[in-house]
């Protein structure tokens, strides 16, 4: 092959593509999943773009087509773990008929979402005071937050809008906040149950939080 031929050859072929072009059209995604991949094994603060740039295969630059800073990541990856939160809450509810089950049912998916993805829960709570700010955090947390509501107002016999299923709702979330949060730090180990078995027996008493808030108004 003559010189010529070799160089019409190699101007005729495509360019390869890069590793920012490959993710072009669902870079954003890719981000994101990355962002949730490192929360598995770590905390929100070590989290960057850059760094998760790099994992996604693209530049820097091209990660901030996406997102303003690192607090607009971080609030996507706290509306995306509540999108996944609201989701087990309404699974572990579907087909469940009795009030009391319904509560049970969305409590222990609570904890169990804290427990399995103990980085991106805390995340998600430490991002709730923005949520006005950000439509998918707000959308993705109310979401979350009306299961609990209508397991409460289920119970109570009562509209979701009345006050006493807002102060019970607020008392049964204060019940499974608390336990993830003693299951994640190892403090529920000191009863010498197993943990899982202990979660399951306290949510399992009979709800006193609820029959409480019937008996008066909130104020």
Not at 7 to 25: C, I, K, L
Not at 140 to 165: N, W
């Amino acid at each position: 092959m003559r010189p010529q031929d070799v160089y019409d050859v190699n101007m005729n072929q495509p360019a390869a593509p890069t590793r920012e072009s490959y993710h072009h059209g669902n870079l954003k995604e890719a981000l994101l999943e990355a962002g949730l991949k490192a929360l598995e094994t770590g905390e929100p603060e070590a989290l960057s773009l850059r760094m998760l740039a790099r994992e996604a295969g693209a530049t820097a630059n091209a990660a901030y087509r996406h997102f303003a800073d690192k607090d607009d990541l971080l609030n996507a990856l706290a509306a995306e773990g509540f999108r996944r939160f609201a989701g087990q809450q309404q699974a572990a509810v579907a087909g469940l008929h009795r009030a009391e089950q319904r509560l049970r049912a969305s409590g222990l998916a609570y904890i169990a979402f804290a427990q399995a993805q103990p980085g991106l829960y805390r995340l998600m709570f430490s991002r709730l005071d923005r949520a006005a700010g950000h439509d998918d955090l707000q959308t993705h947390s109310k979401d979350a937050l009306a299961v609990l509501l209508e397991a409460a107002a289920a119970q109570l016999a009562l509209p979701a809008e009345d006050a006493r299923v807002r102060v019970a709702a607020a008392a049964c979330w204060s019940l499974v906040h608390g336990l993830s949060a003693l299951a994640m730090g190892g403090q529920l180990d000191i009863f010498g149950i197993e943990r899982q078995t202990l979660i399951e027996q306290i949510m399992a008493l009979p709800s006193m939080v609820a029959r409480g808030a019937d008996r008066g108004e909130a104020r």
